[in-house]
Structure formats: structure tokens, C-alpha cells
């Protein structure tokens, strides 16, 4: 069955800064996606960025860059110039390739310091 | 840009009532799901819609719970008989063929 790790339940870093947030998975699937997403206090989550298994090239969407490593299983969350509205809940999350449902971690809560 | 909708947003139910959870999705959409997350716990998973049937459910997905597409515009989340655990908020979400939209969520709170 698939899993998906993040060992990070709480973070803190300071406006303008870079952090980095961690996630591990298990599949023995070959052709998957995976996504985070970020739920503000508002509640409703927001797709922030998403890599495809098959592509090599980490992803970007312009603060927010993967770091994906598929031999390792590992899909980092890099946020750069951090700034207060990016204080949210962050999950990552899986799907397989056959599959419509995603399997989301348990969550890191981002606290941007001002 | 368009959004998925969900009321209400909070919901107060006494146990062993029926509660129907109700959700419009973006429009242009074809694949409906409903997710929960029961408080400090992760997303879960609960089932998938297509082409008006259910494409996959989880395990917590049991007889109590039905989805239902009644008109071309809102998706529904049925739960027959509420018990204390069914307490947590619950995320529509659709897609078209690229990623998930997610609503804001209703609050249900069994009492």
C-alpha cells in the first residue's frame, strides 16, 4: 500500500527566508504524481505545485520548487523570499497512475515569522 | 476563476440522524470526490465519482455513506445514520483531467 511521510508536524522561519519541507513515500508503482498542497486557515486547500514521476526535471512554480528524488522516494517542498501569507498547512500527496483518489500526509504546519 | 462550493459550513447533527452534505463542482469537471479530515488527523479519502457511479471508496466509505449527482450541478454526500466518529470536516473536491480543486469544507459536528 502506498505511504506518505512528513516528518515534520511544525515549522517556523523568518519573512524573506528559504525552508524547506520534507516528504518520503512508498510505492512500488512506477508511473505516479505527486502534489503539494496548502491549507491557509482558511481551510480550503490550494494546489501550491505537482511533479510527474516520469519527468526528471523538478518542477517550479515561481517561489515554490521541488526537489524530487525518485530513487529515494523523497518530494521536498522548497519555499523561497518566504513571506507572511505563505503561513499555512502543507501536505503533500500521492496518486498512483491507476488510480483517481490521492493519499496525503499528515501535514506541516508553516509559521512565517515577520 | 471558477471554485467549488460547498454548504453548509458548519453542520450540528445529533447522532443517529441523517445529514446530507451538499457540493457544487466547477462545472466543466467530470471526476467529483469526497475527502474528510477529522481534526488533527490527515486527508482521507473517501470515494470517487464518474460519469455518474462510483469509480472507487475507501474502507470508511460503508453502507452508511451514499454520493448522489441529482441534477447536473450538485454533488452530494449522504450519511444514512451519524455516529460521535463521523465528527470532522469534509472536502469535496472535482477535477477535469489535471489536478484536484478542493471546496472550503463543512464543519459536521456530531453531538
Known amino acids: 500500500a502506498q505511504t506518505v511521510t512528513q516528518s515534520q508536524p511544525e515549522m517556523s522561519v523568518q519573512e524573506a527566508e528559504t525552508v524547506t519541507l520534507s516528504c518520503t513515500y512508498d510505492?512500488?508503482?512506477?508511473?505516479?504524481?505527486l502534489f503539494w498542497y496548502k491549507q491557509p486557515p482558511s481551510r480550503q486547500m490550494i494546489l501550491v505545485i505537482r511533479?510527474?514521476?516520469?519527468?526528471?526535471q523538478n518542477a517550479t512554480e515561481n517561489r515554490f520548487s521541488v526537489n524530487f528524488q525518485k530513487a529515494a522516494k523523497s518530494f521536498s517542498l522548497k519555499i523561497s523570499d518566504s513571506q507572511l501569507g505563505d503561513t499555512a498547512m502543507y501536505f503533500c500527496a500521492f496518486k498512483g497512475g491507476a488510480t483517481n483518489k490521492l493519499i496525503f500526509g499528515t501535514g506541516t504546519l508553516l509559521a512565517v515569522q515577520p | 476563476e471558477p471554485e467549488v462550493t460547498q454548504t453548509p459550513s458548519h453542520q450540528v447533527t445529533q447522532m443517529g440522524q441523517e445529514v446530507i452534505l451538499r457540493c457544487v463542482p466547477i462545472?466543466?469537471?467530470?471526476?467529483f470526490y469526497w475527502y474528510r479530515q477529522i481534526l488533527g488527523q490527515k486527508v482521507e479519502f473517501l470515494v470517487s465519482f464518474y460519469n455518474n457511479e462510483i469509480s472507487e471508496k475507501s474502507e470508511i466509505f460503508d453502507d452508511q455513506f451514499s454520493v448522489e449527482r441529482p441534477d447536473g450541478s450538485n454533488f452530494t454526500l449522504k450519511i444514512r445514520s451519524t455516529k460521535l466518529e463521523d465528527s470532522a470536516m469534509y472536502f469535496c473536491?472535482?477535477?477535469?483531467?489535471?489536478?484536484?480543486?478542493f471546496g472550503d469544507g463543512t464543519r459536521l459536528s456530531i453531538l
Open positions: 473536491a472535482s477535477r477535469e483531467t489535471g489536478p484536484l480543486h
Open positions: 462545472s466543466n469537471h467530470l471526476y
Open positions: 510505492t512500488s508503482e512506477n508511473n505516479y504524481y
Open positions: 511533479q510527474e514521476a516520469y519527468k526528471q
